[in-house]
């Protein structure tokens, strides 16, 4: 602990002291008026719902296209061991499904 | 009700179905807990009631996320709630203040020079400087600094306490203080040297 820390220890455990009020009950009508306010809060509105959504599906979209493209970039590198026949062969038996 | 006899599960699942009186109650229960911490790390030009009223509204708004089942006593919670909130209300202040010598009175003034000093010398004795020129210093800090020191010197509560409290890992709580007293170090070099000027 350097000079400094040590005088700022003392400060704070001085100020410590001086602020021993400690809390009391709550003043008379806070509990009333903080359920009040409370009460008449409106519930979520559709469109904070609906962004909330649209966040989530966001997110999960990226999320699937990152693991789209990382699964890509590895597998890039095998493009070269494709056989050109056995491609035509699965493009062939797609037209004909 | 005496506060040993409190029931807070069951207050808590009428406070769930909308009672009003158990909502009241639970309000009156926890405001000692709620207003220490609103008191600590409220922005200036908040008064502590508003921001106390903030915590109690989003506690009753997030109360289906909270589940006892999962060991979790509803005063951690609770407390963990008002710290985050009394951070954005910290960082939603948009300016921090910029303290100049001629703002401090004699007491802040021989409080700050204490800290600053480097020759043995006795701590002064104005009490009252010394909560405001603590509270000065801090203000002047980022809204994590001056909550990591309020937390950690002013209210003297455990690293692993401060941990739990604002989701950070111990080692950043650690840095953090240690950062945190070195820019104070500085603010207070700062203000002293203007005395000089």
């Given at each position: 602990?350097?000079?400094?820390?040590?005088?700022?220890?003392?400060?704070a455990?001085?100020?410590?002291?001086?602020?021993?009020?400690?809390?009391?009950?709550?003043?008379?009508?806070?509990?009333?008026?903080?359920?009040?306010?409370?009460?008449t809060?409106?519930?979520?509105?559709?469109?904070?719902?609906?962004?909330?959504?649209?966040?989530?599906?966001?997110?999960?979209?990226?999320?699937?296209?990152?693991?789209?493209?990382?699964?890509g970039?590895?597998?890039?590198?095998?493009?070269?061991?494709?056989?050109p026949?056995?491609?035509s062969?699965?493009?062939?038996?797609?037209?004909?499904? | 009700?005496?506060?040993?006899?409190?029931?807070?599960?069951?207050?808590?699942?009428?406070?769930?179905q909308?009672?009003?009186?158990?909502?009241?109650?639970?309000?009156?229960?926890?405001?000692?807990?709620?207003?220490?911490?609103?008191?600590?790390?409220?922005?200036?030009?908040?008064?502590?009631?508003?921001?106390?009223?903030?915590?109690?509204?989003k506690?009753?708004?997030?109360?289906?996320?909270?589940?006892?089942?999962?060991?979790?006593?509803?005063e951690?919670?609770l407390?963990?709630?008002?710290?985050?909130?009394?951070?954005?209300?910290?960082?939603?202040?948009?300016?921090?203040p910029?303290w100049?010598?001629?703002?401090?009175?004699?007491?802040?003034?021989?409080?700050l020079?204490?800290f600053?000093?480097?020759?043995?010398?006795?701590?002064?004795?104005?009490?009252?400087?010394?909560?405001?020129?603590?509270e000065?210093?801090?203000?002047?800090?980022?809204?994590?600094?001056?909550?990591?020191?309020?937390?950690?010197?002013?209210?003297?509560?455990?690293?692993?306490?401060?941990?739990?409290?604002?989701?950070?890992?111990?080692?950043?709580v650690?840095?953090?203080?240690?950062?945190?007293?070195?820019k104070?170090?500085?603010?207070?070099?700062?203000?002293?040297?203007?005395?000089?000027?």
């Amino acid at each position: 602990m350097n000079e400094f820390e040590r005088r700022w220890k003392l400060g704070a455990e001085a100020a410590r002291r001086d602020d021993d009020d400690s809390p009391g009950e709550a003043p008379f009508g806070f509990a009333a008026r903080v359920v009040a306010h409370w009460q008449t809060q409106p519930g979520p509105s559709l469109a904070t719902l609906w962004q909330s959504l649209v966040l989530r599906a966001l997110g999960a979209v990226t999320l699937v296209l990152l693991i789209l493209v990382t699964y890509g970039t590895f597998s890039s590198s095998h493009d070269e061991l494709a056989r050109p026949e056995l491609e035509s062969a699965v493009a062939d038996s797609l037209v004909l499904l | 009700m005496p506060p040993d006899a409190f029931d807070v599960p069951a207050c808590l699942d009428r406070v769930r179905q909308q009672d009003a009186a158990a909502a009241r109650a639970l309000v009156d229960h926890f405001y000692p807990l709620v207003i220490k911490i609103a008191r600590s790390h409220r922005p200036r030009r908040m008064a502590e009631e508003d921001l106390a009223q903030e915590i109690y509204l989003k506690m009753f708004t997030r109360l289906q996320q909270y589940h006892g089942r999962d060991g979790v006593p509803f005063e951690h919670w609770l407390s963990r709630l008002a710290v985050t909130t009394c951070l954005d209300a910290l960082r939603a202040e948009k300016r921090r203040p910029e303290w100049r010598w001629a703002d401090l009175g004699d007491g802040e003034r021989d409080w700050l020079e204490f800290f600053v000093g480097e020759t043995p010398a006795p701590a002064p004795s104005d009490a009252l400087g010394v909560r405001e020129v603590v509270e000065k210093l801090l203000a002047l800090l980022s809204t994590e600094d001056r909550l990591v020191i309020t937390l950690l010197d002013l209210e003297e509560r455990s690293v692993a306490e401060i941990s739990q409290l604002t989701g950070w890992g111990v080692s950043l709580v650690k840095i953090r203080a240690f950062r945190a007293r070195r820019k104070l170090r500085a603010h207070a070099l700062k203000l002293q040297k203007e005395s000089k000027l």
